[in-house]
């Protein structure tokens, strides 16, 4: 194998089959078989029969090291159809993610891929330590996401309680339902505090980001006195145990509750719609400043002085000048406070009332009285949009790193 390393060629000597190759893949392959082989109460039967396929699949990727795609392909389809005759439509699914893993991991070692991204003079312990890394990250990866794959997987469950049928494991259409869905978005109970959510969030968001901007451009500027210590104030929510906050926040806006509905006449109910925005804003100023505080690191100052030399008031050049450049960290914080105040319960719980009730709330008190499966629909929604939130989150990084000049466009 072949390497491109600071314009010269390296060639990468193919690692020995016995002595490296086979037996890393045959303990990869023993620890599906491990796995695998709990299913049917043998699992160190398992195991060995794992470690002889992996042993075997070596000894081929060894041989057929010139024709690695169609040899990848012959042992994922081998798989699946083991996986059917041995447990159905469910375990043809899960063989295919073995074979595809285990096919991938014994070409990777044997043509010395794993040595591509590595400089040559690289000590084997270090090239060890290097693709261990990145394992152990790829783990941590896995062992975050996982638990949200049953609880998206459950929301289709055609029955009324929290776990897998035969006819979800096999892959059959009986066993699959939208009626939690529809249970969701079809019923008062539902979709009242989603109206709520979506009534609180974007008002919450709107603050947090006028404020946080405000603060993060003048947190931002050399002269003002012990702009630390304001700094360390204003993200202290993000500090603070979420209980303590939200105790303190029950202590100061019940007397402003009642103040304005004694002394100014207002509603109830539009007086707890204020204080859980006001609650949610001041949760979510902190994510605004320090998304905008990063995004003003790369700002050229000489810009705003151009734009007071030619006559432009504050204003004027913050809305002109300021603004498009830095409109990336401010989206980005903004997204962060919605999510924020979107998923928010405890400070919701201590600062409204059952009017105020919002989607996690219902969540919460759907687990503690009455186990609902369509609490896994609502989790569901919930987990989509949060992706299709940091999805924009992160393209807007992207984008607001290539106007600074910090990566290539």
């Not at 600071?6 to 045959?26: C, E, K, M, S, W």
């Not at 299709?388 to 992160?394: A, G, Q």
């Amino acid at each position: 194998m072949t390497d491109q390393d600071d314009g010269y060629t390296v060639t990468i000597p193919r690692p020995p089959l016995t002595g490296f190759t086979l037996p890393l893949t045959a303990v990869l392959g023993a620890m599906f078989g491990f796995v695998a082989g709990n299913v049917y109460g043998q699992p160190w039967l398992g195991a060995l029969v794992g470690a002889v396929i992996g042993a075997g699949i070596a000894a081929l990727a060894h041989q057929m090291s010139g024709q690695r795609t169609q040899t990848r392909w012959g042992i994922i389809v081998a798989f699946a159809v083991a996986g059917f005759l041995a447990g159905g439509l469910g375990a043809a699914i899960s063989g295919v993610i073995i074979g595809a893993v285990l096919s991938w991991f014994a070409y990777w070692l044997d043509t010395g891929d794993y040595r591509k991204n590595v400089p040559i003079y690289y000590t084997p312990g270090q090239v060890l330590w290097h693709n261990t890394f990145l394992f152990i990250c790829g783990f941590v990866f896995f062992f975050l996401i996982a638990p949200l794959i049953p609880v998206m997987w459950l929301s289709f469950n055609a029955e009324n309680f929290f776990t897998f049928t035969p006819e979800m494991l096999n892959f059959q259409a009986e066993g699959y339902s939208l009626k939690h869905y529809r249970d969701f978005l079809g019923t008062d109970e539902w979709m009242t505090p989603l109206k709520n959510s979506l009534i609180i969030a974007p008002f919450a968001t709107f603050i947090s980001v006028s404020l946080g901007t405000l603060a993060a451009i003048g947190l931002s500027q050399s002269h003002v006195p012990g702009r630390q210590a304001i700094m360390a104030i204003l993200i202290s929510p993000m500090i603070v145990p979420l209980i303590i906050s939200a105790t303190g926040m029950f202590f100061f806006y019940a007397p402003l509750g009642n103040w304005l509905e004694a002394n100014l006449g207002l509603d109830q109910a539009f007086v707890g719609y204020v204080k859980v925005i006001l609650a949610h804003a001041a949760l979510g100023v902190p994510f605004v400043i320090i998304t905008v505080t990063a995004t003003l690191v790369g700002f050229d100052r000489s810009l705003t002085r151009a734009s007071a030399n030619m006559g432009a008031n504050p204003v004027t050049t913050f809305f002109r000048v300021q603004m498009p450049l830095i409109l990336p960290g401010v989206i980005s914080g903004g997204l962060f406070a919605f999510i924020t105040s979107f998923d928010e319960v405890v400070v919701v719980l201590f600062v409204g009332s059952a009017q105020q009730q919002t989607l996690p709330w219902q969540m919460f008190t759907g687990l503690r009285e009455q186990i609902s499966p369509t609490i896994l629909a609502a989790a569901t929604i919930l987990v989509t949009i949060s992706i299709l939130l940091l999805t924009t989150v992160e393209l807007l990084r992207r984008r607001s790193e290539r106007l600074r000049g910090l990566s290539p466009g």
